[in-house]
């Protein structure tokens, strides 16, 4: 298996904690926001997960079209089945031309996993937890009710953790009867043993997974890591918390109590406000930012419809402020490609992984800056706090 990788997400802060793996074992690893650039691993996102799901499709096909030749091909889709799971993982199924997909959104160091061919999420079926409470439609029971019209088999638990040689066969097998292949796994040496598996096959699959699984192939790829920290950033920090889910609410409460500043935007009054008024917002942020370190959240609820236009108007209002912070942290992966759009990044060079999911980076442009991206759904109140201390006292790992 060669060592040179595409990865294809869905959106910004899947395709951070998917590609970091690989740039933690010293493979260069590019994180392009504009489909352009080269290096050893690198990283598309297709910004895909609430559009049409033709249009999601068509992107998926013109990033493997573009860039996965001679490469290790990895999807990344979310753990908790979000977007177009089935569109998506349809074209890889389309790009692989029979050498199947072998599937697995396990995540165990975010409480992720798979039994039964179901996600559980901190040991609970996904389809009783309230993961879903942001989205216009319910929870799918499990994996295979997903990908809707491709044909699914499913690898149990006891057979991941049977004999290799066996689970080879298996795999092996069953990914010449189907078109996506589904593996249980609770722990991140049955993810290794799944990789290691479908590695062996005479013509490896295309990968469907999640951090987990990314990380566990990276390790298939080039064992170990040692990674130097980055030197420690200066300058004030800007935080826009754009997720609204539970768990992103309860790190920007625990940032405000420390930060110099919080500013709660209304999501409402940010779709229906006229330029003027956010740039007069703008301004406000960057004299902000000019005396200490600044929080911005977004509160109330918005139409599913009119998300595109809420993330562009926070981008706006942040847009004055991004010139001077000496770090970004942003939390929700449409969140973090709008402010990094509109600030007019067009990749990032993926450096670590802070905790699990928290990733750093670093801008390509001339004038590089350090980002901190996460998604919204897991981790502890602290969390944020964590990564924006690490990084600053030139910590890698926490």
């Not at 031309?97 to 996904?126: E, F, K, Q």
């Not at 722990?187 to 999640?210: K, M, Y």
């Not at 600030?343 to 442009?365: W, Y």
Request: aromatic share 2%.
């Amino acid at each position: 298996m060669g060592s040179r990788v595409l990865v294809v997400a869905d959106d910004l802060s899947g395709a951070g904690d998917s590609g970091v793996p690989f740039a933690l074992r010293e493979m260069r690893t590019l994180l392009a926001l504009d489909d352009t650039g080269d290096a050893e691993v690198f990283v598309a996102d297709t910004d895909s997960r609430h559009i049409e799901p033709d249009l999601a499709a068509k992107r998926v096909h013109e990033a493997l079209d573009g860039h996965a030749q001679g490469r290790v091909v990895f999807k990344k889709i979310d753990s908790t089945l979000r977007g177009n799971v089935s569109a998506e993982v349809g074209a890889i199924v389309e790009h692989a031309d029979g050498a199947g997909v072998l599937l697995c959104p396990a995540s165990p160091a975010t409480g992720r996993t798979v039994l039964g061919g179901v996600v559980h999420i901190n040991g609970i079926p996904l389809h009783h937890t309230d993961s879903w409470n942001t989205e216009p439609d319910d929870p799918p029971a499990d994996i295979a009710s997903a990908l809707d019209g491709l044909k699914v088999r499913h690898v149990a638990l006891a057979s991941v953790r049977g004999k290799p040689a066996q689970l080879r066969q298996r795999v092996a097998q069953l990914l010449t009867e189907a078109d996506v292949v589904i593996c249980d796994a609770v722990s991140e040496s049955d993810l290794r043993a799944v990789a290691t598996a479908g590695s062996a096959a005479a013509t490896p699959p295309h990968w469907v997974g999640a951090a987990g699984l990314a990380d566990a192939l990276a390790e298939l790829l080039r064992p170990g890591y040692d990674i130097e920290p980055p030197p420690p950033v200066d300058g004030p920090v800007l935080a826009v918390v754009g997720s609204a889910h539970r768990v992103s609410r309860q790190q920007a409460d625990y940032l405000a109590e420390r930060f110099g500043h919080t500013r709660r935007l209304s999501a409402r009054a940010l779709v229906d406000a006229e330029p003027a008024a956010l740039a007069r917002i703008g301004e406000q942020l960057h004299d902000a930012l000019c005396t200490g370190d600044v929080l911005v959240t977004v509160d109330g609820p918005v139409e599913a419809c009119l998300a595109r236009e809420l993330t562009a108007a926070l981008a706006e209002v942040c847009a004055p402020a991004t010139e001077r912070a000496g770090l970004l942290v942003l939390t929700g992966g449409e969140t973090a490609r709008a402010v990094l759009g509109r600030r007019g990044v067009s990749g990032l060079r993926l450096l670590n992984e802070l905790e699990p999911g928290v990733v750093l980076g670093r801008t390509i442009e001339k004038e590089p800056g350090y980002v901190i991206t996460k998604a919204g759904a897991f981790g502890a109140p602290d969390t944020l706090h964590r990564a924006v201390s690490a990084v600053r006292c030139g910590r890698a790992v926490a």
